[in-house]
């Protein structure tokens, strides 16, 4: 059974940064894609950056050039490292793992508040 651990949440002023981190454990295979979506509240949850087994990302478009994802398979761990953070980026966040019989896993979220 994949359990999902989320951690670097927090509050940050504007123009600051944080580091998500979600460490994936009980997998036998390496996941097909590994990913960080947002949900703002009474909104729905949106992709923010994907990466894939084969290391293509896909970025929303608000967070382009601001936001970088990665992932370590040997640690079992995607990164969302933020910069330049914006009030607008407010919201909690949640990892996405795939893995390779397509079961879709979700972390439990990690708020990130960016004011001042």
């Known amino acids: 059974q994949v359990q999902l651990v989320e951690s670097g949440g927090g509050l940050v002023q504007p123009g600051g940064s944080l580091r998500l981190s979600c460490a994936a454990s009980?997998?036998?295979?390496?996941?097909?894609?590994m990913g960080w979506y947002r949900q703002f509240p009474e909104k729905q949850r949106d992709p923010v950056a994907i990466i894939t087994d084969t290391g293509t990302t896909n970025y929303a478009d608000s967070v382009k050039g601001r936001f970088t994802i990665s992932r370590d398979n040997a640690k079992n761990t995607v990164y969302l490292q933020m910069n330049s953070l914006k009030p607008e980026d407010t919201a909690v966040y949640y990892c996405n793992v795939v893995d390779s019989t397509w079961l879709s896993v979700w972390g439990k979220g990690t708020p990130v508040t960016v004011s001042s």
């Open positions: 009980g997998n036998k295979f390496s996941f097909r894609t």
